[in-house]
C-alpha cells in the first residue's frame, strides 16, 4: 500500500512539467485567419414589392366575315417586294383590306334594290301628282269624298314604298361593303385561318386575329396585405405618382417592369385599372399596369402579348440604406448575422435585419452601421472573438479569395478544414 505521503511528493515533482507544456502550447497559437471585408454599401434606394405578370393587348380583334361567299382573295398573304411591311405575322393600318370575298351576287342584288327604288319613286311621283288634282277638283265640288280619299291613300302607299325599297337598297350596299373584309384595328396580324377557294359563313368563320402593339397591358395579381399597405401609404401622401400623357394626364400610380432577359426593371409604365374584389379564392387582387411598346426596327417590337413578366410596385420615396452581399450574412436557427472586424482586429457577431434584395445586395435595415468592416469571404474560418487580418474587399463587387489567399491562410481554427471554402448563397440567404 502507497503511502500517503509517497502520492503528495510525487504530485508535487511532476507539477513543472505540466507548467511547460502548457506555456509551450500557448507560444505555438496558429496565425490569424486571413479574410475579406468591406463597408457596407451606402445607397439611396426605394422600398418595393415584386410581382410575376403577363403581357397582353389592350385591344384583341377575331377578324369574321359578316356576309357569306367564297373568298377570292387574301391580300396580306406574300406580298411581293413589301415582304418587310406586309404578310401575316406583320403589323397592319386600321383600313387595310384583308379579304375580298365574291360579291358578284351582291352587286345583283344592289342593281335589283336600286331598280325597285326607281320604280317606288315613280309611283311616289304620279300619287302626288293624283293627289294634287284631287285636292283642286275638292275645292270646286266636282270629285267625291272617297275618290278623295283613294287619292290620297294611294300617295301614303307610294311614300311607304320608297322608304322599304331604300332601306332594301341600303342592305345590298352593305352586303357588297361587306365582301371587302378591312382591318379594324392597327395591329399585328395572325395567321390566316382560310384560303382563297373556300366558303365563308357570315359571322362564324374566324378568318384571323389582330393584336394592338403599342402600348401593351400586364396583369399582375397584389395580396391583400400589400393592398392595404398601399392604401394606408396613400392615406398619409407617402405613395409616389407622377402624370401620364396616355392617361390624360391625370395623376397615376407608377409601377416598374422587367422581361425574363432584363437585368432589373428598366421599363416604366402606370397602373390604370384595379379590380372591384379581391379573390377570395387566392386573397389578390388583379391589377393592370401600361406600358410604351416602341418599335426599335421596322416591325419589330420587344414586347409581344403573352410574354411573363416581373412587376415591381414602388412603396416609398427614396431614402438611404446599408446594402451587404448576400455571402456575408450568416442564418444560425433563423437568426441572420453577420461577422464584423473590429478596431482590436476581433470577430463580432452582429445580429440583423433583413429588408428585400436590390441590384444583387440585400438592405440591412437594423443591426448595422455605416463604415463598418462585414467579413465577406472566409466566415467559415473563423468565430467570434478570434482575431484576424482582413483583406479589404468591395461590397459591390465579387472579389473572392484568390487560391493564394486560401494556401497564405495556412492557420485556420483547429478541428476545421484549411482549404474549406465559403459557404453558398443558399446556407446563407435571407428569408
Not at 84 to 96: I, L, Q
Not at 116 to 130: F, M, S
Not at 173 to 186: G, M, Y
Request: proline share 6%; with cysteine.
Amino acid at each position: 500500500m502507497i503511502s500517503p505521503l509517497v502520492v503528495s511528493l510525487a504530485g508535487t515533482l511532476l507539477l513543472p512539467g505540466c507548467s511547460d507544456a502548457r506555456s509551450d502550447s500557448a507560444s505555438e497559437r496558429p496565425p490569424p485567419a486571413i479574410v475579406t471585408a468591406g463597408a457596407p454599401v451606402e445607397r439611396s434606394i426605394s422600398d418595393y414589392v415584386e410581382y410575376t405578370g403577363r403581357i397582353d393587348a389592350v385591344e384583341t380583334v377575331e377578324v369574321r366575315a359578316r356576309v357569306t361567299g367564297f373568298l377570292t382573295k387574301v391580300w396580306f398573304v406574300a406580298k411581293e417586294g413589301n415582304d418587310d411591311t406586309a404578310g401575316e405575322g406583320a403589323e397592319v393600318k386600321a383600313g387595310e383590306p384583308l379579304y375580298q370575298i365574291d360579291d358578284r351576287e351582291y352587286k345583283a342584288d344592289l342593281e335589283a334594290a336600286e331598280g325597285e327604288l326607281a320604280v317606288a319613286l315613280a309611283q311616289l311621283e304620279k300619287a302626288t301628282g293624283d293627289l294634287k288634282r284631287a285636292v283642286a277638283l275638292k275645292e270646286k265640288g266636282s270629285i267625291s269624298a272617297e275618290e278623295y280619299e283613294r287619292n290620297d291613300t294611294a300617295k301614303k302607299q307610294a311614300a311607304a314604298t320608297v322608304i322599304s325599297a331604300k332601306a332594301k337598297r341600303d342592305r345590298a350596299e352593305l352586303n357588297v361593303e361587306f365582301s371587302s373584309i378591312a382591318a379594324p384595328i392597327s395591329g399585328k396580324i395572325s395567321r390566316t385561318q382560310i384560303t382563297a377557294g373556300n366558303l365563308i359563313q357570315a359571322d362564324n368563320t374566324l378568318l384571323t386575329t389582330i393584336v394592338s402593339v403599342d402600348p401593351v397591358n400586364v396583369f399582375f395579381d397584389v395580396d391583400e396585405r400589400t393592398i392595404l399597405a398601399i392604401r394606408k401609404l396613400m392615406r398619409e401622401g407617402k405613395i409616389r405618382s407622377g402624370r401620364h400623357r396616355e392617361a390624360g394626364d391625370k395623376e397615376t400610380f407608377l409601377v416598374e417592369m422587367g422581361l425574363a432577359t432584363d437585368q432589373g426593371y428598366p421599363k416604366n409604365g402606370y397602373i390604370d385599372f384595379v379590380d372591384n374584389r379581391v379573390d377570395p379564392a387566392t386573397g389578390t387582387l388583379r391589377v393592370r399596369g401600361v406600358f410604351e411598346n416602341p418599335a426599335f426596327q421596322p416591325q419589330r417590337r420587344e414586347m409581344t402579348p403573352g410574354m411573363f413578366a416581373r412587376v415591381r410596385v414602388p412603396l416609398s420615396e427614396p431614402h438611404p440604406a446599408l446594402l451587404v452581399a448576400e455571402r456575408a450574412i450568416g442564418s444560425d436557427q433563423g437568426r441572420k448575422f453577420v461577422y464584423v472586424v473590429n478596431e482590436k482586429k476581433e470577430v463580432v457577431d452582429r445580429t440583423v435585419r433583413l429588408g428585400p434584395v436590390y441590384d444583387r445586395l440585400r438592405v440591412i435595415t437594423e443591426g448595422l452601421k455605416p463604415g463598418e468592416q462585414v467579413i465577406i469571404d472566409g466566415m467559415q474560418r473563423v468565430r467570434p472573438g478570434v482575431e484576424v487580418t482582413a483583406k479589404p474587399a468591395k461590397m459591390d463587387g465579387r472579389p473572392g479569395m484568390t487560391e493564394a489567399d486560401a494556401s497564405a491562410d495556412s492557420a485556420s481554427p483547429p478541428g476545421q478544414d484549411k482549404a474549406a471554402k465559403p459557404q453558398s448563397s443558399s446556407k446563407q440567404s435571407a428569408d
